[in-house]
């Protein structure tokens, strides 16, 4: 940490509302190496620049953004159907055995 005699040190309350987050969110930023470490002045008395959380957040936001997570898998394909019950994504047999979404809607559950 490169402390200046100018430097506002804060606690871990007002630096998350300095950056707009919640407490616990403001911790999860420093515990994935989003946020600078704190430095202890004291024992148990955590404090961040103010100047070097200005200039993470600034540096974060000047990265590309991560293109969004594919999902697991494609969404099944519906039915075409009348009845707004039948319109449901069509079930396989599982092994083992079990119901199918036909059996099951046509006894009634």
């Keep these: 940490m490169s402390f200046r005699e100018d430097d ?10 300095l950056l707009a987050l919640s407490k616990p969110g403001f911790w999860i930023g420093v515990a994935r190496g989003d946020l600078p470490p704190p430095f202890y002045p004291l024992p148990r008395a955590p404090r961040w620049s103010r100047n070097e959380l200005l200039a ?3 540096a974060r936001r000047a990265l590309p953004r991560r293109p969004p997570r594919p999902s697991a898998s494609p969404p099944a394909p519906l039915r075409p159907s009348a009845s707004p019950d039948e319109n449901r994504p069509a079930r396989e047999l ?11 809607m046509a006894l009634g559950f």
């Design 8 to 17: 506002v040190l804060l606690t871990a309350t007002e630096a998350a509302r």
């Design 94 to 104: 599982r092994p083992g055995g079990g119901e199918t979404a036909k059996t099951s």
């Design 56 to 58: 993470a957040v600034a």
